[in-house]
């Protein structure tokens, strides 16, 4: 499905949000590419920041271009316009700040390194595209959190690889909080998450904008199996229909305006450290 397009003038709102203040740069800055080993995958990390526990220093590790352009301009991935091949590309960045650095400031940080090490260059728009709501329907089957004793932690394997075990259904067990896809079976289990949590997660899997209109104000348990959109003839319950079905949460979904940022250029190989 073709997005419609409108172009909005943003003025002053523009200028202040996409002209940073040159004078807000990293004291130190590193950036290599990721060395990918031959059947490895890869682990994206994020540590550090402000907030964190060093406040001075970030290590992204092994994230995209892609990535490290949402993060500069704080929006979701969905939001990112004509960047789709820079999610192969990885990157490992080391960088340093000055104390008392604020989020906001860091993102300005982030903004300009991208703007003089890869020749960033990007403007804002609106466009039509999906917004879901999500409300409880009538069998809502959210389960707020309960504290249970810590499970006996996993034997790893020699090899420091641990393979990942399918249920009778093919679906993957997971042993702890996140979501894992295999082939044509995906499953997410949450732990002690409040709403803005949850719905973070289900905005990156629908891929655009969801709003809250649960009301749900705990922290919440589940485990969530559905087949991933890409495998139309697996047996099974889309990623809509196991909320329904699963936890009670209804989708409904609308087309509506949103603020996306447009590349217009960008080089995947940075300038020199």
Known sequence: MRLAL???????LALSQDSPDEKLQFEVVSIKPTVREPGR???MRVEGGPGQGDPTRIRYQNLSLHNLITIAYGIEYYQLIGADELMRVNYVVDARMPEGTTKDQLKFMMRNMLIERFKLAAHREQREMPESVVTVARNGKMKEHVEQPAPAAAETPKDGV????KDAEGYPILDGPGMWIMGDRARWRVEKASMPMILS???GQLGH????????KGE???TLSWVPGNNPDAAGPDFVTALREQLGLRVDTKKAMTE???????EKTPTDN
């Open 201 to 203: 997660q289900i905005s």
């Open 220 to 222: 919440y348990d589940f």
């Open 162 to 165: 641990r393979k990942m075990q």
């Open 209 to 216: 904008p969801v709003k809250d209109e649960t009301g749900l």
């Open 6 to 12: 409108v172009t909005v003038v943003f003025a002053s």
């Open 260 to 266: 996306v940022i447009v590349l217009d250029h960008i």
């Open 41 to 43: 995958g890869l682990m």
